[in-house]
């Protein structure tokens, strides 16, 4: 279950607003460095909110960024971003702000984390004959792949172009992934070349119907608001030895534009083959908040107003604590086709 821990007011100004932030990190210290997209920047804060430093700004040159998507964090020394504008990864030297390395990267929503040492990109290739996770050196030369792509991908390759977002979290030699097309989670050790993939239980949210895509490909005329018809995969972290965080959101269109939703979480405890699930984050659904893990917490940014009225954001940290759960059985395993 989810416990308040603390909230604080990002500390905002007439010279410093969050106007539209995307993506959240945790990094060292605990400051948070959030992707805010509107800007094209990332934003660091202190855990108390006040700003740190902005970094990047818009452009297509060196360290300049469109659309900061995706973050990730290495120890205290380096912060790479994939930035949907300009289709490439830029990774700055935290302790001096230097560029480190600039490389392309194409792909729907590639998803960067920092692990085992080096540079993990969650991502599809077009024709989905590539596994779906690489391990990358600071140029972005590629040193590995590993991972299965499920059956959807390969037998309809165009829904890699709209719906090939990878979200990945090691534990030890363990590897899961969860995929936008179906309610599995999708587990492989480290070195082979096989998975296994259990279906993730429902109770509030929507989940991903198996006919959708199909339905999709019949219809394409139709298919914006049938791609919403479906729970969004927000995150996926390790919490704790054999015990994994995984956030949703249902989300839908309102008078035509403007995107808003409700997020869930669900804890998936592998080591003995039961889920929490579905709790809800306590989070309007708009303005869309930003979450993270740190360890077993969860942080959520979003947009609101104080007692007074007045526009504001906050960081709210909660502890996701399991003893209280209302456990359900996971299904057995299946080996990946």
């Known amino acids: 279950m989810l416990r308040l821990i603390d909230s604080v007011r990002v500390a905002e100004s007439d010279t410093f607003l969050l ?8 990094g ?7 992707a805010d997209s509107r800007e094209a920047r990332i934003i660091e804060l202190q855990a108390n909110g006040r700003l740190v430093r902005r970094i990047g700004r818009n452009g297509a040159g060196p360290g300049e960024l469109r659309r900061p998507s995706s973050v ?39 998803q960067l984390r ?13 024709d989905a004959s590539e596994p779906p996770l690489h391990f990358l050196a600071p140029d972005g030369t590629r040193l590995g792949s ?17 719906f090939g977002v990878v979200t990945s979290a090691d534990d030890g030699d363990d590897t899961y992934a969860v995929f936008e097309v179906e309610n599995a989670l999708y587990h ?7 998975a296994d993939v259990t279906t993730i239980p429902l109770r509030e949210r929507r989940g991903v119907r198996p006919e959708l895509f199909q339905e999709m490909l019949r219809n394409p005329e139709k298919a914006g608001p049938i791609a919403y ?3 969004l995969v927000v995150a996926l972290q390790r919490l704790g030895q054999g015990i994994l965080g995984f956030v949703t959101m249902d989300g839908q269109l309102e008078k035509g534009t403007n995107f808003v939703g409700t997020m869930r979480l669900t804890v998936l405890d592998v080591a003995r083959r039961r889920a929490c699930v579905d709790m809800s984050i306590p989070a309007l659904p708009d303005p869309l908040p930003a979450v993270a893990f740190s360890g077993d917490t969860l942080v959520v940014l979003q947009g609101g107003e104080t007692s007074s009225g007045d526009a504001a954001t906050f960081i709210t940290r909660y502890h ?18």
């Open 28 to 34: 060292p210290r605990g400051h948070y460095f959030v």
């Open 188 to 194: 492989w050790k480290r070195g082979l070349g096989s």
């Open 114 to 126: 920092y692990d085992r040492g080096g540079l993990t990109v969650g991502v599809l290739s077009a």
């Open 146 to 162: 590993a991972g299965v792509v499920p059956s959807a991908f390969r037998a309809a390759p165009p829904l890699v172009g709209g």
């Open 19 to 26: 106007t539209r932030p995307t993506r959240l990190v945790v």
């Open 72 to 110: 990730a964090i290495a120890g205290d020394s380096l912060l790479s971003v994939w930035d949907a504008g300009n289709q490439r990864v830029v990774t700055w030297d935290l302790r001096t702000l230097d560029v480190r390395a600039t490389f392309p990267l194409k792909g729907w929503f590639p």
């Open 320 to 337: 996701v604590g399991t003893a209280r759960c209302p456990w359900v059985n996971l299904p057995r395993a299946t080996p990946a086709r």
């Open 229 to 231: 018809d479906r729970s």
